[in-house]
């Protein structure tokens, strides 16, 4: 097993490149399934998600290749079946369950294992299978599998209860070749979604955000091949933002989009940060000593959840009490334990964390509960005296690619070494 050994690290400072967005990538593979031409998806990175994914996706019948020198993708669906319930695949990995909509679209028929819960909650697919049976699909669930049958999709009028990344998108795909107009009320409008919306009018879509949270999607007969480059992940940029803040240091985030990570940069400026966006990138430096903030993570424009763990890193050494409430999902402080064991003053109660700043955090051994508490915890152990241990790192691997060498490129001692060679402090 692989494990990252991370020592205290000076300031960071240098200049870093996001990689493509995970988040945006997943879906807009699953949209390539919408047309038989070919479809070149540009700045994806190399992840065990979208290996995952275009496994699955070949599984559909589909050709899919990926050039990990150019990080192009090519994907070409000339022929793509329903029937994918035997694919435990897809079970692993839940962004898998947005290839339903197009496989919808495209056949009239579909059946999937229902993706699991995870780590940080239950992650129910009903306000995915509602919006489908608003377009007209005969929806049926039953041995871990869910099945949706349509002659021919229509247009509906689809409210969402909650405004549900992964919803939006696969009611938007399946929304794409459906006879007449879909409008979604209470739509998520996340910066992957608009990328996803970009890519599919670049298909020959319809696909238009009316403002208030609602997308209009009108129905076209077919959508043709295109080329699409996608945008850079900004929970990457949090993660580089944050450690910058946790070593006090001055750093250069070379392709970030500035509208995406305004919430990042306003509550780094209310820690003691500065954040400046010009065309030569957006610089995060520190002008004095880390205060302490508070966060509460909500639906895009709001703070984002992927970013809660990464920022209660900076609240474990801030000067003063932190509060965090997480309300997008039901369990996502699985980083608070393992930060304890690093010497964090935290205290959780259901969807509220409460972090008393510390002079001093100690390295120890630590696993990676998560995708983005894993990254949390890379970001702390910058700050503890001594040496990190970091294990279960293939949760981490998820998300970001190369981020030891990127961190390392800012100064930071971090180490990936496989538990058989590493050395005994
Ligand atoms: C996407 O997950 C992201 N994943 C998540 O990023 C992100 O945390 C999440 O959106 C919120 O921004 C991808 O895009 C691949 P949701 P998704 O549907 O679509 C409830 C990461 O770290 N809900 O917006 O699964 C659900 O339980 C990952 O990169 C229902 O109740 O998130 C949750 O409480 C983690 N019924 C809330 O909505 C449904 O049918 C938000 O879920 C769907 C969701």
Sequence with gaps: MSLFIVKKSGPLSGEV???GAKNAVLPILCACLLTDEQCVIKGVPPLSDVFILLDIIKKTGAKAEYNQITQEVTIKAEYTAGDMSEENEAVKMRASFLVMGPLLSRNGFVKLPLPGGCPIGSRPVDLHLKGFEKLGAK????????EAKASKLK??????DFPSVGATENIIMAAALSEGVTVIENAALEPEI???INFMNKMGAGVFCLGNGTIKVTGVKKLHGAEHTVIPDRIEAGTFMAAAAITN????IKNAVYGHIKPAAAKLEECGMC??????????????KRKAFNIKTMPFPGFPTDMQAIFMSIMTIAKGTSMVTETVFENRFLQASEMKRMGADIKTDGRVAVVEGV?????????????RAGAALIITALAAEGSTEIGDIYHIERGYSNIEQKLKALGADIQKVEEENKKEE
Excluded: C, W
């Design 249 to 252: 240091g001055d750093i250069t």
């Design 155 to 160: 247009g509906g009028h689809i409210y969402l």
């Design 359 to 371: 002079k001093k955090l100690t390295g120890s051994k630590v696993k990676a509960p998560d995708l």
């Design 275 to 288: 954040v400046e966006n010009s065309p030569d990138g957006l610089r995060v430096y520190s002008v004095g």
């Design 17 to 19: 490149t996001l990689s």
């Design 139 to 146: 929806i049926k669930q039953e041995f871990g599998a869910a």
């Design 194 to 196: 608009m990328d996803l």
